[in-house]
């Protein structure tokens, strides 16, 4: 019992300070080039916690996102929710990656990401963004996954965070 609130616990921080993180106002320059930080927080707890983890979590965050950016809501909880699917269901393949695979595969995954949330703003009649608000956030997350994903491997190594 004590180790699911741990875990609860280090989730819900992580999102939130995530949450936090995609939203705090910046100036064009740096909007442009943000990177999608809850996209790869949802990323890492579902390729870590693959068994506690799962779509209706990502749905949930995804939510959370959506309504702290003001965004349609159920768009991130979508996009969030097919990623989270695609992880778990090529989940042996891509736990057997090693980290610089990973951050080959990654971009991928945001791009998808992305396209969709592109996609149903067009069609909802909402402004798309320009290529360099569209590309330079899957470069610059990208980059960033490999941080993250060893600074957060490092918190569950702290915490005892397994997926056992």
């Known amino acids: ?41 949802m990323l890492f707890w579902a390729v870590k916690l693959r ?10 965050m995804g939510l959370l996102l959506d309504i702290s950016k003001s965004f349609v809501w159920g768009l991130h909880g979508f996009t969030f929710a097919l990623l989270c699917y695609i992880v778990k269901r090529y989940y042996p393949r891509i736990k057997s990656f090693t980290l610089p695979e990973q951050t080959i595969l990654i971009p991928f995954l945001f791009a998808a990401q992305s396209l969709i949330t592109i996609w149903v703003n067009g069609i909802l009649g909402n402004s798309t963004p320009s290529f360099t608000h569209w590309v330079m956030p899957i470069v610059v997350s990208s980059l960033f996954w490999p941080i993250l994903n060893i600074l957060l491997n490092e918190i569950c190594e702290v915490f005892g965070i397994n997926d056992k």
């Open 1 to 41: 019992m004590m180790t699911f609130l741990k875990r609860l616990i280090i989730i819900l921080i992580t999102f939130g300070i995530s949450i936090v993180l995609d939203t705090i106002s910046m100036p064009n320059f740096f909007e442009a080039i943000r990177p999608n930080w809850t996209t790869m927080t």
């Open 51 to 60: 068994k506690h983890f799962g779509v209706g979590s990502a749905w949930l």
